[in-house]
């Protein structure tokens, strides 16, 4: 009879409100301690502060006339929500942790395309 090998379990404790957030980016880099810091973004078109309209003649609201800032239009923001830093031994776990959560990703893809008849995007027949 084979004898049962020892486990571990992880307990997972959060807050009620915890609630994940989107990003679609990421800045940071290599500290003097030699620790990775990375500051998660999300990256969109910027809200004005406040938006002039003319008025018609009627009083109604009529075309922009001015937004504040200035830039609006030629702005972007990156959102800073959260952050991370990682020691070099973390770091590398998370990135195989990644790089095995990648290929399932790319599996499920493999599997939609396979399944309506054409090549999944990205992967114009490179393999990995």
Do not use: C
């Amino acid at each position: 009879m084979s004898q049962k090998k020892p486990e571990l379990t992880f307990k997972y404790i959060f807050n009620d409100d915890y609630n994940p957030v989107y990003v679609n980016g990421a800045h940071g880099g290599v500290t003097p301690r030699g620790e990775l810091v990375v500051s998660f973004y999300l990256e969109r078109q910027p809200l004005p502060n406040s938006i002039s309209h003319e008025l018609t003649a009627s009083g109604t609201i009529g075309r922009e006339s001015g937004a504040a800032p200035e830039d609006l239009n030629s702005s972007l923001v990156r959102f800073v929500s959260s952050g991370v830093v990682l020691n070099h031994q973390t770091a590398r776990e998370i990135h195989f942790w990644l790089g095995e959560k990648l290929k399932e990703m790319e599996a499920i893809e493999q599997a939609k395309a396979a399944l309506q008849g054409e090549s999944p995007a990205g992967m114009s027949g490179l393999t990995h």
